[in-house]
């Protein structure tokens, strides 16, 4: 590092030795340089330089300009704008009550950086001292300081603190000096994770602000709390990203003590300085927010980095989450108090109790039909909406418990269920559904949020769900009948570039919602149809969907949600586009969608937190006293984030139906920080779990409330938990042992279904089974899974250490858990053969034991 007064500085730029006498600073070392140098308004940022592959390059255009913000009195919290949808009309519709809140304090003139009196200037002076510089200006409002250093830990970084010590009383807001800009036609990618990521420049503000599809073209500032990894970021075609990275701490805690503080707004983050220049900045604080109201002399400071690396926005993101916020590091927090193979098991008997699990049963059609209650927003529910959810999972339940209860008194009359809410009428809408819920007291099948017709609810509520139980009932001729139907209803929906509508109008079979594109992964249904009925006219259906979808979704990062009442709010449909994109590969083996599929797993890494840094910080949760990781959102996915989605108000989600998803890609690419969010979001969840249902939570607002008005979703619980397990066992069994997977499920995530047919266990055929009791003794953050080699007469004990310590213990058998009159004759452990008395385990961790039971 050097720092020059009136010395000489020899600088090695691109190969070139220059020598330079002057009195101006630089940060220098062998990764990046910066230099100053006086202008008339004071001290400018020169030259940026960058060491890639052996050569110093430039691409950033350099400032050092800074930006105060100040008022007098605090900023109005009411929007003096409104905006339009790209086909004309207001935006949003006044029915999208959920989002008013959320879109009326996202557009003031604080949101929207129009407030405030702004001070933008350049130091008029600097000294050095030893291992950094501090620059100073004096406005009229306050004296401001700033500390800049390079991090001789992170080399690509650079260190700044700054100070602002007021003169007057008012409210106050420093932004982040601009160390550069990015010129539009030389940005490749831009991004505020959790809230949009793109690499063009989007008009429509409505479009760019309420759904990512496109760069917002104004400087708005977000709050922290939908922006997973605190890094907003602009990567160049040259292939250089600037990102800025707040101290840890500066943001909201959303449980900072005793309560929820999900909603507090102390940071305040950008992908543009406040003159709309494509630069990365942070807000701290927030002018007319928290900390933000001043008298003279009382002081605000606060510390973050700038990050220059010669890598893409995904490295970017890496560093922020691991080496700044150690989200890596703080998975060894994670200690599960009940193990997720238990949870199964406890959620069986919550599901087969009709109370618990509110199951109702109603004739429909000459049909007795079942779904469990949902007590959620429906339009016309008079709390009478019924829906099942996952029906893979359903009937995966059923046949590895081989349950009387499920198989004869819930299975049949959810097939029903099914069966009726196809539209069978010709016309327009016949292979299509209905509705996703029946209303008993109507005695009709609706949508979520008025009279419309989705082609993805079609993929979703027929071909996925009818595809699944296919799987486990191939000879099912009606079932099959009904999913040809969906089917070919689908294809014929096509549009010739691939594409399908967002919706229809039910009533005017018109499409509607012209404003969005229908970038979800619809055409995953032509995947199910290819796999199920070998037409090759659903495979090259799906292949030209998929093509359109990844060049309209995948490279430009705007995707489509699929909740209705969220107006689509961009949300878990991305994870699961990955996964379609996946399974699309394996039947045709052109690796651009394994590419493709890639791509948008690491987009999908975007919404997942990764702050604030997990802790053992004592917390109080409703009177229980719990640690800070115990509670933590690191490791968590949302519904929909960005500024109009449920994240908002209520946090992530427990339904980490990424999991498994995610366990495949790290297998695929390598990449740890899959493995770790998929560990981090299933693995010491337990302050989420009702101890008497062992059902988690939805939302991490409502800790462990259960599942409060959404029963349905235990069945999605024990699908993710099966996937991510099963995925983790392939990984860590290196192939030796893997279960067929089928179709992922509808809406929620890209989690698949298992147990329709045997797999392999070290070359042996196993069917996956769930035998209560038959294993005891394992710790809590082992799972044990199961499966059995009935002509063998075999069973195989799968232990899973789920936890980064290593884990020792002892387990017993009790064969009369397994079947009536089932007596052991030995026991050994499977890979090696080498017999066992009493399974004594030590296993490292995320390691894996398995042991082969032989009965007599």
């Known amino acids: 590092m050097k720092y020059i007064l009136t010395i000489v500085c020899w600088i090695t730029i691109s190969g070139l030795v220059i020598g330079q006498k002057s009195a101006s600073p630089v940060l220098v070392n062998d990764h990046i340089q910066v230099l100053w140098k006086k202008a008339k308004d004071g001290w400018l940022v020169d030259k940026i330089l960058l060491k890639k592959e052996g050569k110093w390059v430039e691409g950033l255009t350099p400032s050092g300009e800074y930006t105060l913000l100040y008022s007098e009195t605090k900023p109005s919290e009411e929007p003096k704008e409104t905006f339009q949808k790209i086909t004309g009309g207001t935006f949003p519709e006044e029915n999208y009550h959920y989002q008013e809140k959320q879109w009326k304090e996202s557009t ?73 800009s990015v010129p539009v036609n030389q940005m490749a990618w831009t991004s505020v994770p959790g809230y949009f990521q793109g690499n063009f420049m989007q008009e429509n503000f409505a479009l760019a602000y309420a759904y990512g599809h496109g760069i917002p073209a104004r400087p708005v500032v977000y709050r922290e709390r939908c922006a997973t990894t605190l890094s907003p970021l602009v990567s160049t075609k040259n292939g250089i990203t600037l990102s800025v990275i707040p101290e840890p701490g500066l943001a909201r805690d959303p449980w900072a003590k005793d309560k929820f503080t999900q909603i507090d707004w102390l940071l305040g983050l950008s992908h543009m300085n406040r003159k709309a220049q494509l630069s990365p900045t942070l807000y701290h604080p927030v002018l007319g927010e928290q900390k933000s109201e001043r008298n003279a002399g009382e002081e605000i400071s606060y510390s973050f980095r700038y990050s220059l690396i010669a890598g893409d926005w995904f490295a970017s993101i890496k560093h922020a989450a691991n080496d700044i916020y150690k989200f890596h590091e703080t998975l060894s927090l994670r200690q599960s108090k009940q193990a997720l193979t238990d949870r199964i098991e406890k959620m069986h008997g919550y599901l087969t109790d009709p109370k618990t699990s509110l199951w109702n049963i109603e004739e429909y059609e000459g049909k007795q039909i079942g779904a469990q209650s949902y007590l959620g927003g429906v339009v016309g529910s008079q709390k009478d909406a019924m829906k099942n959810a996952d029906y893979g ?92 139907l969906g089917a070919d209803k689908l294809l014929s929906w096509q549009n010739a570039d691939g594409s399908w509508a967002v919706a229809y109008d039910r009533k005017t079979e018109q499409e509607i919602f012209k404003d969005i594109k229908d970038i979800r992964p619809t055409f995953y249904g032509m995947i199910v149809a290819y796999r199920l009925l070998k037409d090759e006219k659903y495979l090259k259906a799906a292949q030209k969907g998929a093509d359109w979808f990844i060049k309209n979704a995948v490279e430009t990062g705007a995707f489509l949600g699929v909740c209705g009442d969220a107006r689509y709010a961009p949300d878990f449909a991305t994870g699961q586009s990955a996964q379609a994109l996946l399974d699309l590969y394996d039947f045709t083996k052109n690796k651009k969608y394994q590419d493709a599929a890639v791509t948008c797993a690491k987009i999908y890494t975007t919404s997942v937190y990764t702050h604030p840094i997990a802790n053992r910080n004592p917390k109080t949760v409703n009177g229980a006293n719990l640690e800070d990781w115990e509670i933590s959102q690191t490791g968590l996915s949302f519904e929909h984030g960005g500024i109009f989605g449920s994240a908002t108000r209520l946090g992530p989600i427990q339904l980490a139906s990424h999991a498994g998803m995610f366990i495949r890609m790290h297998q695929l690419t390598g990449e740890q920080i899959f493995a770790d969010m998929a560990r981090s979001a299933a693995i010491g969840r337990h302050a989420f779990v009702d101890s008497k249902t062992s059902v988690a939570s939805y939302y991490w607002a409502a800790m462990n409330k259960g599942a409060g008005p959404y029963p349905h979703h235990a069945w999605w619980q024990i699908g993710w938990i099966t996937d991510y397990l099963l995925s983790e066992v392939a990984l860590r069994s290196k192939g030796k042992i893997e279960f067929p997977r089928g179709f992922v499920t509808p809406k929620v995530g890209p989690h698949q279904t298992y147990g329709f047919e045997p797999g392999t266990v070290f070359g042996e055929k196993a069917k996956l089974v769930i035998r209560g009791g038959f294993v005891a003794g394992n710790q809590p953050t082992v799972d044990c899974i199961l499966a059995e080699n009935a002509a063998k007469n075999e069973a195989y004990v799968i232990l899973l250490n789920n936890r980064a310590q290593p884990s020792e213990g002892q387990i017993t058998f009790n064969p009369e858990k397994w079947g009536t009159g089932k007596k052991i004759k030995n026991i050994a452990k499977t890979a090696s053969g080498s017999a066992v008395n009493s399974p004594s385990y030590q296993i490292p961790g995320f390691g894996m034991e398995v042991y082969t039971v032989r009965f007599e």
């Open 108 to 180: 003031t003139e604080v949101s929207l950086n129009k407030a405030g009196q702004v001070f933008s200037f350049l130091p008029s002076s600097f000294s050095g001292k030893k291992n950094e510089l501090e620059f100073t200006k004096e406005t009229e409002v306050a004296t401001v300081k700033a500390t800049w250093k390079l991090d001789p830990q992170f080399p690509n970084d650079i260190q700044v603190t700054m100070r602002l010590i007021p003169k007057k009383k008012g409210f106050f807001s420093l932004a982040t000096p601009t160390l550069a």
């Open 393 to 484: 999972a359903m009937w995966m339940l059923a046949n590895a418990t081989n349950d009387p209860e499920l198989k004869e008194k819930v299975l049949p009359p959810a097939l029903n269920f099914k069966l009726v809410q196809q539209e069978t009428k010709k016309g327009f809408f016949d292979g299509a559904i209905e509705g996703q819920y029946y209303l008993a007291k109507s005695k009709k099948f609706v949508e979520e949020w008025g009279e419309v017709v989705e082609p993805i609810a079609l993929t979703y509520y027929v071909l996925l769900d009818m595809g699944n139980m296919l799987l486990f009932e191939p000879d099912n001729a009606e079932l099959k009948e009904k999913l040809r």
